[in-house]
Nanobody, 120 residues
Framework: QVQLVESGGGLVQAGGSLRLSCAASGTFNSINHMGWYRQAPGKQRELVALISTGATTNYADSVKGRFAISRDIAQNTVYLQMNSLKPEDTAVYYC??????????????WGQGTQVTVSA
């Protein structure tokens, strides 16, 4: 079993910054990728940013140039630095990890979510 524990959400004014962290723990062979998704009220969950083991990154168009994802492989931790925040960034942010377990099976896990609220 794998646990993803997120931290760093909160309330910030527009134009401000927040940094989210997500640490993976449990039993697994390796982590294939880690990333962040978000879900605003009444909307579907959407990809925010993703980072692979080889440090390849992928961002939603809406956050390019403002958000930066990074990863500490040794600590099994992923970070999301969010700058120039906008009210439309308000959502619950979920950590996601693709984990290799026994026999090379790839399983996906989710964190419990952390609220990010950006006031105008």
């Amino acid at each position: 079993q794998v646990q993803l524990v997120e931290s760093g959400g909160g309330l910030v004014q527009a134009g401000g910054s927040l940094r989210l962290s997500c640490a993976a723990s449990g039993t697994f062979n390796s982590i294939n990728h880690m990333g962040w998704y978000r879900q605003a009220p009444g909307k579907q969950r959407e990809l925010v940013a993703l980072i692979s083991t080889g440090a390849t990154t992928n961002y939603a168009d809406s956050v390019k140039g403002r958000f930066a994802i990074s990863r500490d492989i040794a600590q099994n931790t992923v970070y999301l630095q969010m700058n120039s925040l906008k009210p439309e960034d308000t959502a619950v942010y979920y950590c996601n990890a693709g984990v290799r377990q026994r026999f090379g099976i790839l399983s996906t896990y989710w964190g419990q979510g952390t609220q990010v609220t950006v006031s105008a």
